[in-house]
């Protein structure tokens, strides 16, 4: 059986487009997974965290934070010393937060650092502050200081 040069030519013709078919419909399947799995999740959000970013907003990255004299000093309500609250005074607690606390000398994130408590290690509540956002702790090297509030259990 002979073929024809019109008949060879079709048969070229329609094999190269099949692959051209395939080859394009992987490539865009490719495309497509691959930016499905480099797509970060949305940020979570906490009931502790005090300003919350919102989605896909640049204020996440350091490099995008405002400069300093765009930055608001903060307000006299926020550096006082919050009022004990009636909760009890002088409760066993643990560090439930898998990285740890950072110890501050005021109850603001701005305050300067004292140092840091351990995941698990066990603290002394002293107060809580009105709004539940810091907890004043002593922590068991006898170091006394506020953390920010949420990140213990309490043990009795």
């Known amino acids: 059986m002979r073929m024809s040069v019109p008949g060879v030519f079709k048969f070229i013709l329609g094999f190269a487009l099949a692959i051209a078919l395939l080859f394009l419909t992987g490539a865009g399947l490719t495309r497509y997974l691959l930016s499905r799995l480099t797509t970060p999740p949305p940020r979570p959000t906490f009931t502790n965290d005090p300003s919350p970013s919102p989605v896909g907003s640049s204020a996440a990255s350091p490099a995008a934070s ?10 006299p309500a ?22 740890g606390l950072i110890l501050r000398q005021e109850p603001t994130t701005e305050a300067a650092r004292l140092g ?9 509540v002293l107060e809580d502050s009105p709004d539940g956002g810091w907890q004043k ?3 068991g090297s006898g170091a006394e ?10 043990l009795d």
């Open 66 to 75: 405002p400069p300093a004299a765009e930055i608001a000093p903060p307000t």
């Open 78 to 99: 926020v550096v006082a010393s919050p009022s004990p609250s009636p909760s009890p005074i002088g409760y066993r607690a643990r560090v439930t937060q898998p990285i």
């Open 145 to 154: 200081g506020w953390v920010k509030g949420g990140n213990t259990a309490r």
């Open 116 to 124: 840091g408590i351990e995941f698990n290690e066990e603290v002394t």
């Open 137 to 139: 702790v002593r922590a």
